[in-house]
């Protein structure tokens, strides 16, 4: 069948354009410890060889974002894969049944209204790339429910780690029940 | 790899548990002709012999609903598969890419605020009961957004009509640009 061609997959291993400088376990069952991480456009079937890992996830519509927002947020951000952004991280994150029992309001209203999702990222930009990636409506029963892939220079990595530092103290986090925070190196 | 566990696939041949009726398209292209639709309630990968086509799609997290139109609509609603439910309908549609790239507020506005999906779909409960599957963001390119599967009594088909009618004409269904309308009888 011909593939959803919004498909990414990290696969982690001993190969790949991104080294493993370190990983955080902050909620939830850690990943296989790997050297190195691929990024392949496409939906990876099964583990390529060498392989401990592969998530996959997909881009998607905005499913918070307001009109307004978006305004300010493509006013001011960058994309992936600058020549400077020799960093990366990527968080690949799991929230609670809790979470997605809840309807849109209540889950626009504690993500925005009172943890400041957005705000808080928009504090960052343009320094802080992100790119985030969705895995609960896959065909395939995937680990995590977001993978969510940020780039940026190193002399920007301690404002990345306050940016994550505000998001983790917020009751949006309260919902998060896996959470590893892989930081990369190109 | 395991499968998302909300998968279900609409195959359309000459097999099932629901005979097709009738089919109408009613925009975009059409789907070849079946005798019959079999419900999987799995993610079936290429076509079973006999099969003209089949579709998947996922239940998931609700997109536009408000807490207070859930507990209206739960109070209210039946689920699929009553013995008294000897009608059915399946309704495959596609939105346009413009329909994807407004944000979650714009989105909402049309739907109820300007279209009025919820009330009116509140109107005919209990007697049709409606599932609605989501294709998007599956790991295969498909052919349409939604799945929505409705069943009923012959009784109320009429009302149901009424119901697709009202839909058809509001400003949501513009955003509308491929949608089959296949009737079933058990």
Redesign the interface.
């Known amino acids: ?5 919004r ?1 990414t997959t990290f696969v982690g291993g001993s190969t790949g354009e991104w080294r493993v400088a370190s990983t955080t376990v902050l909620a939830g069952d850690a990943l296989p410890r790997v050297e190195r991480i691929a990024l392949h456009t496409s ?1 990876v ?2 583990l390529p060889s060498g392989a401990l890992w592969a998530l ?1 996830g ?1 881009s ?8 307004e ?2 305004e300010r947020l493509v006013a001011n951000q960058a994309s992936i894969g600058r020549a400077s952004a020799d960093r990366a991280a990527l968080i690949p994150i799991r929230k609670s049944a809790d979470w ?7 889950r ?1 209203e504690i993500f925005e209204a009172r943890s400041h999702h957005i705000e808080i990222g928009l504090s960052v930009l343009p320094a802080i790339a992100r790119r985030l990636h ?1 895995c ?7 680990p995590f429910d977001f993978l969510t892939f940020f780039d940026y220079a190193e002399r920007d990595e301690a404002a990345f780690d306050r940016l994550l530092a505000k998001l983790r103290s917020s009751e949006e986090w309260r919902f998060v029940d896996r959470e590893i925070d892989i930081r990369l190196v190109r």
């Open positions: 069948m011909e593939q959803n061609p498909v939906s079937e099964g996959r997909t998607s519509n905005l499913r918070y974002t307001t009109a927002e978006r997605w029992e809840r309807t849109q309001d209540a626009r969705h609960r409506d896959l065909t395939s029963c995937e």
